[in-house]
């Protein structure tokens, strides 16, 4: 038997990152020995495209993953599978149908929806379909019988996460995600990991999707498995960085030091970065950090007003987020901060407390995107409750777009504040060249951008020159009359912590 799976991208991520889901839950197929491929819709152009790998591949499985910002194509990349294989079983997985399983099975004609964790629900499904056996005792499945939806029991969380075999990025046009300039500082060529699963917090625009696909607690691989993979990789990819995707990477801070442990006893040479929270870091760990390789920490900040974070339940104070960033300028570990306009509440002056507080903290980098309402979350059901959403079906959901009526805002005046904290980050930026006193304390800044180009200068120039090209051009397109979100929300959507 073959499954074949599709994350449904069809080149709407401009860099594409690697769909760990369906290669977590490829390599559990290959382990239990079924033929799997997928189908990498990344560097499609369009849906012929699909139709063809279709008729090359001829699965006899299907599978989807099926985040809520994809519903669109995967909706007509469905109806195209049924078109041209009519009698094959469609199976759809990831966070969307995890939420909303039965919905999904209706409204988009799949047979099977897969609840949370794939890879030991997937294999048993397999065999199922395989064997022609009773799918009822498939744990963590919704599925259709006849007019009725018979929902199983769920599947546990995969308790030890080094069982799992690693990510089949051998299926994958690997080539293409090498060849991706990756955010300044990172270095290039990089590819991500994943070392853990779940996060314990419970921010109102994410946990709940959060917790239904992993569980309420954080389970982390063990730190020798996970630097296992990252030598691996670096040495069968001659990777320079390595993304770290974790959701909170830096949770466990026990955790976390016996990783650098293991990346400095081994000499691992490859520069990493990672996602975290202000108030789980301390000055130890930044330090044991940056001598493991650590050369790049997103945080969550979201605001600077203590009353807007306390609405998302972030369960950070404002003091925390200085303190975090203040040990990352002391130890030379270059941040970004991640940022969300447009939450409900916001005014002007909850506005102008995020731009002090950029001013205070002088993070390196920013990615500002608009507060969204995202099907599962807290914040949706919130939203809708108070009717505060234009949302008219969750596949209207993109990563372009707000969808929050507010009360002080319209939704061009919401971009206008995007535009703006910008303007003031390059201001704060642009004025470490007048002072020498800034310009010293900021060198590691300066130091990583360098580090960067010149990186990639020598491996790929061709690359490098269209990268600085893209970046010039960026901030044309950001500060001109055509300003969109699309590239801001896109690059918050994808690190958002
Ligand atoms: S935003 Fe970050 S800290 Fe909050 S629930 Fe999501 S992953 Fe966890």
Redesign the pocket.
């Known amino acids: 038997m073959k499954l074949t799976l599709v994350y449904p991208t069809f080149g709407m991520e401009k860099n594409p990152v690697q769909p760990f889901g369906i290669l977590y839950v490829a390599a559990a197929l290959q382990k239990a020995d079924f033929e799997v491929s997928i189908i990498d819709t990344s560097l499609f152009s369009g849906f012929d495209e699909f139709e063809q790998a279709l008729s090359r591949e001829k699965p006899d499985v299907l599978g989807f993953t099926i985040p809520t910002w994809l519903l669109n194509n995967s909706y007509k990349a469905i109806k195209i599978a049924r078109r041209v294989m009519p009698r094959i079983p469609i199976i759809v997985g990831g966070p969307h149908p995890t939420i909303q399983a039965e919905e999904m099975l209706e409204s988009f004609g799949a047979d099977v929806a897969c609840i949370g964790e794939g890879e030991i629900t997937t294999v048993e499904l397999c065999e199922a379909l395989k064997n022609k056996t009773d799918l009822q005792r498939v744990k963590g499945i919704v599925y259709r019988d006849g007019d009725r939806f018979i929902r199983t029991p769920p599947r546990e969380k995969v308790k030890d996460l080094d069982t799992l075999a690693w990510p089949a990025r051998d299926l994958l046009n690997i080539s293409a995600y090498l060849q991706q300039p990756p955010n300044p500082p990172e270095l290039y060529p990089l590819l991500g990991i994943l070392a853990s699963r779940g996060?314990p917090?419970?921010?109102t625009f994410?946990?709940d999707t959060?917790h239904e696909l992993f569980g309420k607690s954080i389970r982390y691989r063990s730190p020798k498995d996970v630097v296992d993979e990252m030598e691996f990789i670096t040495h069968k990819y001659k990777l320079r960085g390595i993304r770290i995707v974790d959701?909170?990477f830096t949770a466990n801070n026990k955790w976390v030091m016996k990783f650098c442990d293991e990346m400095i006893r081994r000499k691992v040479k490859v520069s990493w970065s990672c996602n975290s929270?202000v108030d789980t870091v301390s000055e130890e760990l930044i330090q044991k950090m940056k001598e493991a390789g650590c050369s790049y920490i997103i945080f969550?900040v979201e605001s600077g007003s203590q009353q807007i974070l306390d609405s998302l339940r972030k369960e950070i104070k404002v003091e925390e987020i200085k303190r975090a960033f203040a040990i990352c300028n002391k130890y030379g570990l270059p941040t970004r901060c991640n940022l969300m306009v447009g939450s409900p509440g916001e005014t002007m002056d909850t506005f102008n407390e995020t731009k002090r507080l950029l001013s205070d903290i002088e993070p390196d980098f920013i990615i500002v995107g608009i507060t969204s309402p995202i099907p599962g979350t807290e914040l949706y059901d919130q939203a809708k409750a108070k009717g505060i959403t234009i949302a008219k079906s969750d596949s209207s959901i993109d990563r372009f777009q707000s969808l929050l009526i507010l009360e002080n805002f319209t939704h061009q005046e919401t971009v206008g504040l995007v535009k703006n904290l910008f303007h003031h980050y390059f201001k704060i930026v642009a004025s470490y060249l007048y002072n020498p006193v800034q310009l010293f304390k900021k060198r590691h800044f300066f130091k990583a951008i360098f580090r960067y180009f010149y990186n990639m200068f020598a491996q790929n120039p061709r690359l490098c020159l269209s990268t600085v090209l893209h970046l010039v051009n960026y901030q044309k397109v950001r500060f001109g009359n055509a300003l969109t979100v699309a590239n801001v929300v896109e690059e918050q959507r994808k690190f958002?912590?």
């Open positions: 996060c917090f419970s921010c994410c946990a959060l959701d909170e929270r969550g958002i912590c």
